[in-house]
Each structure stands twice: as C-alpha cells, then as structure tokens.
C-alpha cells in the first residue's frame, strides 16, 4: 500500500504516452496558444475595465468569464509544457490537488457564469423595459460574487474529501489532475464522495435546464420585431455556440472518467480535455470579445489614442 500522506508520493499522468515523437512540435504549438490565449485575454479586460461604457451587466458577465479563462488556461497549459520537456510525467500529491482545485473552479465558475449571462439575456430581451430597474449596478455585483462562492465552496467540499482518501495507486490516465481519476484510486469507500459528486453533477444540470427554459423564452420574444432578432443573434448565438462546446465536451469526459477503463479512451479524453480547458479560453475573447460591434470599437479607439501618444512621443 501507497501513503498519500508521504511527502514523496507522487502521481504518474499518462496522457502523453501517445505523444512520444514531436513534442518539440506540440511544445511550440501549445506555448504560442498560450501565450496568445493569456494576451487576448489581458486585453480585453483591460478594455472593458477603462472603457465606461462597457460597465453594462453584460460586458461585466463576459469580463468574469475572461478572467476564468485566465484561471483554468493557468492550471493546464505550465504543467502540459513542462511535461513535454520531460520523459517523466509526474505531479506531487500537493500539487496535483491544486491543479485540480483551479480546474474544478474553472469548470463551475464558467457554467454559474453562463447560467447568469442567460438570465440577463432573458431579462434584456424579454423584458427590456424592465432591464435597468432589474439588473442594476448591485445586483450584478451580487451575481458575480455569487459566482465565485459557489464555484469555490463546490471546490473546497470536493477536494477536501478527495483529501481524506487513503490511496492505493498512482497512476492517472489523463493530461492533467481530474478529480475522479484520483478518487478511483482510493483503497477506502468512496460513497461519499460519489454521491457528492451527482449532487454537482445535478446542481449544473439543473442551470443547464434554466438556461434552457431561458432561451426557449428568448426566441419566443425575438420573434416578435426584427430589432430583437438583430439582438439575440448579435449577444445570444455566441451564448449558445459556448454553452454547447463547453457541456457536451465536459459532460462526456465525466462520463469517460466514471465509466470509461483503462487506457481505452486515453485519446477521446485528451481531445475532450483540451475541448473545455483549451477551446474556451481562446475561443471566448473571439466570440464575445473580437466579434462583439461595441467591445471592438473600444478596442480599435485605445488602440488609436495608444498610437497617437506614442507618435506624439
């Protein structure tokens, strides 16, 4: 038997067991997403922070999922990148929690965050008239604290438990630390910790419903004039082509890693993986950011004035 308390314990990751041959390839790759993932994202929230008339519950919502991004970007992409340099994949116990902690908060704090947008969403279109008095400067301060306690408190109870495990094994089948992967591992019931992890499970499924039963509502409303159909494809079809990349993507892993065996789906749960930790980081700053007509506009007009000071110079 294994120690998890030993301060030598350390985890064997297997995810790159298929990646032997041009990782001086996949290092480049991967260090240049990176880096443009973390640039794009700086950007942006610097833009929609000094620019005022981006403080609108929207852009704020979409500034939060820009600083997530961040989060769960910094959990993967160091560890991957190391590992590719090295012949031995390995993590120590410690710090496989902690990359799992900032994983697990990413993961939450992105569908509480979707799940806030769609209600905004909703209430923009649906009841427009209404929308000032009902998401005011307050309340989406309260949303947006509400988003990271709820997504640190699912943590916290979830990687404590993970915690107390006595383990009997190493060896994790993934690219990085999954929760699931290290409780399979345990020597000891883990009944406790599966019925937690269905109660999460059922949590965001059910603001999945929400935002469901949102967007049913929307396109009810949108229906009705061409101004609200110019504005739920403009704010709501990015909403939507994230939300489906995001669960789909995770939902199956989740399924891959409860049920999945051995090294048989070692290939589907990397690209899974890499679907909802590396896509969305990227792909937000495009589809809300770049492709959003007034986060552009500011962009483009302290690029200019950035520009002119600069030739003044």
Known sequence: REEKNSKLFMFV????????TNKHIYFSFGLVVYIVTM????????????SKTLHEPMYLFICNLYVNGICGASA????ILADLFSDSHVISYTGCLIQMYIIYCYIFCELTCLTAMAYDRYVAICKPLEYHNIMTHQKVVNLLIFIWFFSILETSVGT???SQLRLCGNDIDQLYCFNWDVV???CTDVTVNNVYGYIVIFAHVFQAVLIIISYIRIVRASMKSKTERVKFMQTCIPHLITLMNFTISLLLDLMCARYGKGQELQALRNILGIEFLVVPPLLNPIIYGLKMTQIRRQLVKMYNHRLKAVQQN
């Open 160 to 162: 404590a438990l993970t």
């Open 76 to 79: 993967f992409y160091p560890k």
């Open 184 to 186: 399979k591992l345990s």
């Open 39 to 50: 640039f794009v994202n700086f950007t942006l929230i610097i833009t929609i922070i000094l």
């Open 13 to 20: 990751l297997h995810g790159l067991n298929d990646s032997k």
